[in-house]
């Protein structure tokens, strides 16, 4: 998979912060992160398994979307998700091991069509809850996302109790989930599962929230705080409970893991 990802990729990436380019190869020995300023690039779901798990088996890797309300266009823009990130909808789910420790681990896929919330996005999510459930396992999640997938309605929205309800399932057995929000997870995805971890983790700066800032000054009439809907101003006001580098995710989610077990 990494050496198909690989060739699709551009030879070179830009850095949008400070605009110097490297490859691929040198980026993703660098946890996608820019040698010269430190800005993060987005992650596509399997850089996301790679950069915690020692091992992953996916799981419904072919489970892919179809036009359920004939939405024009619907279709090729499917299919252009397809070719551009090589995997068949906007999110990857299987069983890792991080650090020692087994868990379901699902990542979201910003290269599909902004990570948006599909009838497949919440039929794979919720089955990774049940296998969690059926296993005894913790739960792992990597979120990005536009939130609902306009192209299917009101079946897009379903999902969010359909999920919410695998969840809490899942925490009535007393077994642990763990979000890591990465940039951007809003709409519908922030408004329900993202936001249902036992412990919720976000990378440094990410965007997260359900409306926009415009929609939502346009909407109260009030401005807003400087930093408003990133990780550092949710930390501070008690929505998530780490701001985590990358470079030390991998231990920190383990270590949270291990406690968990040994609890």
């Known amino acids: 998979m990494l050496d198909i990802l690989k060739k699709l990729r551009p030879e070179k990436m830009t850095c949008k912060k400070c605009g110097s380019e490297a490859s691929y190869r040198e980026l993703k020995k660098n946890h996608m992160i820019c040698k010269n300023c430190g800005a993060y690039f987005r992650m596509n779901a399997h850089d996301r398994i ?8 996916e799981l419904d890797a072919d489970m892919q979307s179809e036009n359920i309300i004939d939405f024009p266009n619907y279709d090729e823009k499917l299919a252009a998700a397809r070719k551009k990130s090589h995997d068949k909808d906007a999110v990857v789910y299987g069983i ?3 650090g020692g420790s087994e868990a379901v681990v699902f990542a979201m896929n910003s290269e599909f ?3 948006s919330m599909g009838t497949v996005v919440g039929e794979k999510i919720t089955r990774a809850f049940e296998l969690a459930l059926e296993k005894g396992l913790p739960v792992v999640g990597f979120t990005t996302s536009g939130g609902a997938r306009m192209q299917e309605g ?9 999920i919410s309800g695998a969840v809490k399932r899942h925490s009535d057995a007393g077994l642990l989930y763990i979000t890591v929000l990465t940039d951007p997870t809003t709409g519908g995805v922030t408004a329900s599962f993202a936001m249902q971890g036992d412990v919720i983790i ?4 990410a965007l997260v ?4 800032a ?3 000054e346009q909407t109260t009439g009030s401005k807003l705080p400087e ?3 990133r990780s550092e101003f949710l930390l501070e006001h008690g929505f998530i409970d780490i701001i985590e580098e990358r470079e030390r995710l991998k231990d920190t989610v383990s270590n949270i893991l291990k406690i968990h077990n040994k609890g």
């Not at 976000?202 to 700066?205: L, S, V």
Request: include cysteine.
């Open 214 to 216: 415009r929609v939502i």
């Open 154 to 162: 009101i079946f897009s929205l379903m999902q969010m109790a359909k």
């Open 227 to 229: 930093g408003f809907q």
């Open 50 to 57: 790679d950069l915690v798990c020692d091992k992953f088996s």
């Open 202 to 205: 976000a990378e440094p700066n």
């Open 96 to 98: 890792g091991v991080i």
């Open 209 to 212: 929230g359900f409306a926009g």
């Open 113 to 115: 069509m902004m990570g």
